[in-house]
């Protein structure tokens, strides 16, 4: 049997097999799910960011929609204890001989509780004021027991020339920052990947947003301070740079520049060598999330492969005038590129790739058609809401 009312939609034993099984009706994404006996049909598109909830998991009556773990009943459609406003659409199942139905139509509608947006997701505007510099520091040390750090001492040069020259500056120390690694939702799917990161809405413990909201909505020179670790720069510095792949994710996604009339700057120090190589991936990273760069954008040390004395190293940088004078010069480079363009202001606000918008990205690579994903939440302004782990 079949209506213009309910839906074929296969063999009841394959919906068996599993407690969560993805499915469609034309266009419009489904989850069936089979929990304790009995079949429930929910919309297969998250409230969240849009997220196949189809193709998430079930734990207890609620499924988990995959990609940033917000949980709807398994049947009811509603979101977990607490967050019962968000629902999803639900549908009516039914068995005729061995093949399960769907109605056509939903019988209930997708709901949304109110949900605060993220500080930081607030608009990104350059308040008035003198030119501001962060310092980043990513060597990695034991805080309770500090050693002499090479790039930390220029670093520390660089900064107290900042202040001689009446910019604001900042100084973020990686090693004292407690901040999780990248969990990778970009690799589920680049709308899975959103600004604010989808880490540090959920998790208040995490520190990152110290380091978004001074690089985004603070600063207009960013000043990275690296050792040498094994030819690249330090671990810390790509914990960091990884978790900052939501910023430069919002161009592709969202066609949209966070980070407009920035400089960025370095400082890369090593016992060993591959100064050229540690550069190169500094350079390329920034330039992707849309800083501009001085000439001569930074100043390095090494002794080369055979510089095992680090002793000596240190001797060597610690009475370095020419070290020290490269420190100054580099952020009077990089405060006069700033400043130039802070006063002409000329930055994209949006950059195409492809020739193709964000919107349409996103009706195309999730599988989405309009009329189911208006009224959400567009992949750059999702919403915070921390799950119940
Ligand atoms: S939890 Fe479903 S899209 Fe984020």
Not at 69 to 93: M, N, S, V
Not at 166 to 182: D, M, Q, S, Y
Not at 315 to 340: F, W
């Given at each position: 049997m079949s209506s213009p009312e309910w839906l074929d939609l296969g063999p009841?034993?394959?919906?068996?097999?599993?407690?969560?099984?993805?499915?469609?009706?034309?266009?419009?994404?489904?989850?069936?799910?089979?929990?304790?006996?009995?079949?429930?049909?929910?919309?297969?598109?998250?409230?969240?960011?849009?997220?196949?909830v189809g193709?998430?998991?079930?734990?207890?009556?609620?499924?988990?929609?995959?990609?940033?773990?917000?949980?709807?009943?398994?049947?009811?459609?509603?979101?977990?204890?607490?967050?019962?406003?968000?629902?999803?659409?639900?549908?009516?199942?039914?068995?005729?001989?061995?093949?399960?139905f769907v109605s056509a139509e939903p019988v209930s509608k997708r709901m949304r509780g109110p949900h605060p947006p993220h500080p930081l997701a607030r608009k990104i505007e350059r308040v008035p004021g003198n030119i501001r510099l962060v310092g980043i520091s990513t060597t990695n040390m034991d805080v309770m027991n500090p050693r002499y750090s090479t790039s930390d001492a220029l670093l520390d040069v660089a900064m107290r020339h900042a202040v001689g020259l009446?910019?604001?500056?900042?100084?973020?120390?990686?090693?004292?920052?407690?901040?999780?690694?990248?969990a990778g939702y970009y690799s589920k799917s680049a709308h899975a990947c959103t600004w604010p990161c989808s880490i540090t809405q959920m998790d208040s413990t995490d520190r990152m947003d110290v380091v978004y909201e001074a690089v985004v909505h603070w600063a207009d020179v960013i000043l990275v301070a690296t050792p040498i670790r094994?030819?690249?720069?330090?671990?810390?510095?790509?914990?960091?740079?990884?978790?900052?792949?939501?910023?430069?994710?919002?161009?592709?996604?969202?066609?949209?520049?966070?980070?407009?009339?920035?400089?960025?700057?370095?400082?890369?120090?090593?016992?060993q060598d591959n100064i050229q190589a540690v550069a190169g991936q500094m350079l390329g990273f920034f330039g992707e999330i849309g800083c501009n760069f001085p000439q001569f954008p930074y100043i390095a040390h090494s002794?080369?492969?055979?510089?095992?004395?680090?002793?000596?190293?240190?001797?060597?940088?610690?009475?370095?005038?020419?070290?020290?004078?490269?420190?100054?010069?580099?952020?009077?480079?990089?405060?006069?590129?700033?400043?130039?363009?802070?006063?002409?202001?000329?930055?994209?606000?949006?950059?195409?790739?492809?020739?193709?918008?964000?919107?349409h990205l996103v009706m195309e690579d999730i599988g989405v058609d309009a009329g189911e994903i208006s009224g959400l939440p567009m992949v750059n302004d999702v919403l915070m809401r921390t799950p119940s782990v």
């Open positions: 009841v034993e394959r919906f068996k097999t599993s407690p969560i099984t993805p499915a469609s009706i034309g266009t419009t994404k489904l989850a069936i799910t089979y929990v304790s006996g009995e079949f429930g049909a929910l919309s297969g598109v998250c409230n969240h960011a849009g997220g196949p193709e998430g998991r079930v734990e207890g009556e609620y499924v988990v929609c995959p990609w940033h773990q917000w949980r709807y009943h398994c049947r009811t459609g509603k979101g977990e204890p607490g967050f019962e406003a968000d629902a999803l659409p639900t549908y009516d199942i039914r068995i005729d001989g061995d093949r399960l009446g910019v604001e500056t900042k100084l973020i120390r990686l090693a004292a920052l407690n901040f999780r690694p990248c094994w030819g690249n720069a330090s671990s810390l510095y790509y914990r960091m740079v990884e978790r900052m792949n939501c910023i430069q994710n919002q161009i592709t996604i969202a066609n949209r520049i966070l980070m407009r009339n920035k400089v960025s700057i370095f400082i890369i120090t090593g016992g002794r080369g492969w055979t510089a095992e004395d680090m002793e000596r190293n240190i001797e060597v940088v610690k009475h370095s005038r020419e070290l020290r004078d490269g420190a100054r010069a580099l952020v009077n480079r990089a405060v006069d590129m700033a400043q130039l363009l802070l006063d002409h202001e000329e930055a994209p606000h949006t950059m195409e790739r492809g020739g193709r918008k964000a919107h």
